[in-house]
């Protein structure tokens, strides 16, 4: 007789075993209606699970953020039963939900085509008009292998021999498709929201390069039409801003096969990135940062010390020399700043010490993940480390949340979500070390009074971390700056500092970066503006235009002026029409274009047309 608890504190008792659907009947019709989900316990279920036992239940209807996630998993797996209804030889794999919506691998000798997707598409919406009841089977290990073998799905039968022993066996039923899956599920394929595909795309066999190469059918998924409406509507506005066509059209940048994930930066490109390090080493400058540079490579030794090597070997460039050594290209800043910092005796007068860098750092992504400025292999971080005493870490850790709150607003960022990451599970330190540095950081947020979001388990293996979130002009989410705690790598690499007691201590160090990643911010810099930059971001702020060639003496004193100001200014006398040098320069984004003519020179002046503007 399961007592079962209600979010609203009130109880029932059932007489036998009772489903979720069964509990939503008993609350009301239209409750039973709207169900979708039950939540058991903390655990997502199938409406249809029978709870035997006492338990805090929640039923889950389309408005609960949790069947979302549901949502897209069903869309996934009805896209693998119209694939196999339209292609029977066609092997599925595995079909998870993502952020914004799901994708399926298959294995197919022919390639799927958009007119593929369309029939595709078509063929799942006869799948959900049909509202197939969808079933929950458990099976026994060979049942499962065996079925899924004689039907010539190895994949399954694959994934089902990696399995732990213990694990149950759980197959979902929906019509004639049958598909392996832990689920949960929604009741049946009728109860899925709006759905589109999108594109197909190559995707290694369980992410390994060395194995067979699959196809990855994505779509996204909503609870309603007017939800997917408004994220179409969004694709589509992203598609427009998007950084790597406007980075050619603004001449920005390119990139080439021969240096994959890293960027060759046009000289506009490069003048916008120079102002955004001004910018920042300004602001370091004033906030009492002094800046360092220190060597890219490094021998094994440091990394190994700092616990780099075991930590993050396969992501790091290497490379061995005549006489064996073997040499690691930095993944990151953190060892160099330690170097500097120990290599004199300093003093408990000299704390807090903020010292910045605008490192250069490789990481290896697979070639599948880079994306134009966003994910590369190479790029530069506006990289601190702070060294302070255990009684500074709270102020410390403040001034810089203060410090990127302000950085974000000046580059039109005011909408910024603050995450705290705790302890991951792989990690180096005690428990009473992150002890130490969780509550110092948390400490600090709590005294500002922001509010912020917890991520369990997703802190720097060596600290807890801060990370700062920005939402762009259409609503898209980048995490760019973060703060770390750390009293584990002064340890390991033997930082210390002479106390007011004449002993030798150990700092707290602070890692901070406000942009991140320059060239990624770069990039959300581009597409949160569509190419329009502020004026004094702009790499190119005034084009100074001739409408006849009698005039270019004077457009070139107008240039030479224009630059005296401290102007970003480029002269366009070329015997071209007007007209179309204003098209060109507003394809370009230029801000300003400054148009020259017999009429101003008559009369000392000019004409100005602001970008947008038709006058």
């Known amino acids: 007789m399961p007592i079962i608890k209600l979010p609203d504190g009130t109880s029932r008792e059932y007489d036998t075993t009772v489903s979720g659907i069964e509990i939503a009947a008993s609350i009301g019709p239209s409750l039973a209606k709207a169900a979708l989900l039950v939540e058991v316990n903390g655990d997502l279920c199938d409406l249809s699970l029978p709870i035997s036992e006492d338990a805090e239940i929640r039923i889950i209807t389309e408005k609960d953020e949790e069947a979302l996630e549901v949502i897209r998993h069903d869309s996934a797996h009805i896209l693998a039963e119209a694939?196999?209804?339209?292609?029977?030889?066609?092997?599925?794999?595995?079909?998870?939900?993502?952020?914004?919506g799901f994708y399926y691998d298959f294995a197919r000798e022919t390639p799927f085509s958009i007119e593929d997707l369309e029939l595709i598409e078509k063929r799942m919406l006869d799948i959900v008009s049909r509202n197939e009841k969808i079933e929950r089977e458990v099976w026994s290990r060979n049942d499962a292998t065996e079925f899924f073998s004689q039907a010539g799905e190895h994949y399954k039968a694959e994934i089902i021999s990696g399995l732990p022993e213990e694990e149950p066996i759980t197959i979902y039923r929906q019509g004639k498709f049958v598909d392996l899956c832990r689920g949960p599920h929604l009741p049946s394929t009728g109860r899925v929201g709006a759905f589109k595909l999108l594109k197909v795309a190559g995707a290694y066999w369980r992410g390994d390069s060395q194995n067979e190469m699959l196809q990855r059918i994505y779509g996204t998924a909503w609870s309603t039409k007017k939800e997917l409406d408004l994220y179409l509507q969004r694709l589509e506005e992203a598609e427009k801003r998007d950084h790597r066509r406007l980075g050619r059209q603004m001449d920005l940048f390119h990139f080439q096969e021969e240096s994959p994930g890293a960027v060759f930066w046009h000289p506009k490109g490069w003048r916008l990135f120079r102002s955004l390090v001004d910018y920042m080493r300004e602001r370091q400058e004033l906030a009492g940062?002094?800046?360092?540079?220190?060597?890219?490579?490094?021998?094994?030794?440091?990394?190994?010390?700092?616990?780099?090597?075991?930590?993050?070997?396969?992501?790091?460039?290497?490379?061995?020399?005549?006489?064996?050594?073997?040499?690691?290209?930095k993944p990151m800043n953190c060892p160099g700043g330690v170097q500097v910092f120990r290599n004199n005796l300093r003093s408990y007068r000299e704390l807090p010490m903020r010292i910045a860098e605008f490192g250069k750092?490789?990481?290896?992504?697979?070639?599948?993940?880079?994306?134009?400025?966003?994910r590369v292999r190479a790029f530069t971080q506006d990289d601190a480390h702070i060294f302070c005493t255990e009684s500074q870490v709270q102020d410390e850790c403040c001034s810089v949340v203060e410090l990127i709150l302000s950085i974000y607003k000046d580059f039109g960022f005011a909408d910024v979500k603050i995450k705290f990451a705790d302890r991951p599970e792989v990690r180096i330190g005690s428990d009473e070390t992150w002890d130490k540095l969780e509550s110092a950081l948390r400490g600090a947020l709590d005294s500002m009074g922001y509010k912020y979001e917890v991520n369990p388990g997703e802190g720097a293996f060596y600290g807890p971390k801060i990370e700062f979130v920005l939402t762009d002009a259409i609503g898209r989410e980048w995490q760019c700056g973060t703060l770390q705690v750390?009293?584990?790598?002064?340890?390991r690499l033997d930082a210390n500092y002479i106390g007011i007691d004449g002993e030798k201590h150990r700092p707290v160090m602070l890692h901070r970066a406000l942009?991140?990643?320059?060239?990624?911010?770069?990039?959300?810099?581009?597409?949160?503006?569509?190419?329009?930059?502020?004026?004094?971001?702009?790499?190119?702020?005034?084009?100074?235009?001739?409408?006849?060639?009698?005039?270019?003496?004077?457009?070139?004193?107008?240039?030479?002026?224009?630059?005296?100001k401290g102007l970003k200014a480029e002269l366009d006398?070329?015997?071209?029409?007007?007209?179309?040098?204003?098209?060109?320069?507003?394809?370009?984004?230029?801000p300003i274009i400054v148009a020259l003519g017999a009429r101003e020179v008559e009369n000392n002046t000019v004409a100005i047309r602001r970008l947008g503007s038709k006058n």
């Open 361 to 374: 750092v490789h990481r290896y992504e697979p070639s599948g993940s880079l994306h134009g400025l966003m």
């Open 83 to 100: 694939v196999k209804e339209l292609w029977p030889e066609t092997q599925v794999t595995i079909g998870p939900a993502i952020d914004n």
């Open 486 to 491: 750390d009293l584990n790598l002064p340890e």
């Open 289 to 329: 940062y002094v800046e360092i540079n220190t060597p890219e490579i490094m021998d094994r030794s440091m990394w190994e010390a700092s616990g780099h090597w075991q930590t993050f070997r396969q992501h790091m460039f290497t490379t061995q020399t005549e006489d064996s050594r073997i040499f690691a290209i």
């Open 573 to 590: 006398i070329r015997n071209e029409k007007i007209g179309y040098k204003i098209r060109e320069h507003s394809i370009a984004k230029v």
């Open 515 to 564: 942009f991140g990643s320059l060239e990624r911010f770069t990039g959300i810099l581009i597409e949160h503006y569509s190419g329009n930059l502020p004026l004094w971001l702009s790499p190119l702020q005034v084009v100074v235009a001739s409408i006849t060639n009698e005039i270019d003496d004077y457009a070139r004193q107008v240039l030479d002026s224009l630059r005296s």
